[in-house]
């Protein structure tokens, strides 16, 4: 019988970039495929300003020349390696013999781009598994200019799907995280059970489904536990208290838009559809329009196109979006009715603005024409650009516009991380995506810490003894 193993080639003492694969006889799976948020390249498109990115065209030979990314060959698109000689990329790697797969398929838990910027590049023959919602919204970043296409086939999945490898099985598990569709996975290898949680949070609207997550384990078994650890600090006591959670969070901006005199304008990320939809909805309530920026509407509309199940029934839905013609570009196919920065300065107190940095020069024609002035709120809510990013903070200060913070991150707390190795009561706990995964309190369960480059055998892993 074979036995499993497991290759760590991203995810190690760093945000995201998580790239394990598993490996039993001559297949395997990679799970996620991304690029740590701060390795030598910022994968395209994540904050939409200012990132130091990767060369147009020459994308893939950088991500691998600088050792971002799994140095294996047939996970990739011939035309974006452009005889790339993968001798110097395994140089970079330290020459290190990594096992060799007949079969390697990929699982993509979500569509932050610390797991899936790599996408674009896959090998067409490589089957991606994905859940269903992940897909959807991917195919709206897509529309939306948000990210590339890829020509890898990707394998749309239902919630605690199980897909057959042979030698072992993967069954997909649906988590709660601040991107729609974000799903785990538990590996069932005969002899071996492993868990990998993705990105995940407690303080967001489905923490039940961490609660059937670990339900799910205990049922299984789990021998190794692979969790994120993104929130850990140096010092365990300096990690901040539990955040809001996300229905405070959305009654605090119900509030705001029930207060505010002027416009209101709302920097969020459109990769969480959730609470796009449910800040559309509030805003409606409250009696406003929803006036959206052209590229983060046709991700919405994309992806509603293909079918969001956690919109189901939402009251979004339903919603009509004016799109800022000032947005619009050549590229994008727009859906809905625009509208003129001139309208809008016009009556500010009848819209919310879905606002894309770094569009602040509409702020000077939007505060300075029509007749009422002040009395306008800018809201940064889990986007990349702070309030106190130089730029936004010149504007608000200038045009007296009122500034909040509307923030609960995606990730879980070290407590909630520790309760949940508790409860599934693994033999062994692995955290990724962190920089400082010795801090994890895991109530005396064994934690293994791989190295980059490193292949260690499932059984090796549990047999070792490190608390
Ligand atoms: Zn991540
Ligand atoms: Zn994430």
Redesign the pocket.
Known sequence: MHTGQLTFFGGVGEYGGVQVLYGKGEQAVLFDFGVEHSSLLFPKQLTLYEPVGASPGRELRQFLLGGMTAPLVQLYDPQHMKDLDMAKVRRSWGNIDFPHYEGIRLFIG?M?T??MAILPYANPNIPVYMNHDAHSLYQGMVAGGHSFDTAARIMVCDDLSVVDFGEFTMQIVEMD?N?TGTAGIIIDGGDHTIAYTG?WRKQGKHSERIDRFIELCREKQIDLLITEGTRLAADPSAVLSNQMTEVELLSRYADIVDEAEGLIYLQMSPRDLERMADMMAIAVEKGRKVVMDASHAVIWHRANQEGLRILEGHPALGVDILIVDATVTDKLQVPNKTISLEEMAERKNDYVYFYKFPDLAHMIELETLGDSQGGSHFIQSDYSVKVDHADVAKYLKTFGITGHSLCNG?HAHPEAIADMIERIAPKAVITLHSRHPRSQDTRGINAYFPQKGETVTVASILASTTI
């Open positions: 979500h932050h610390d797991h995280h991107s990105d995606g």
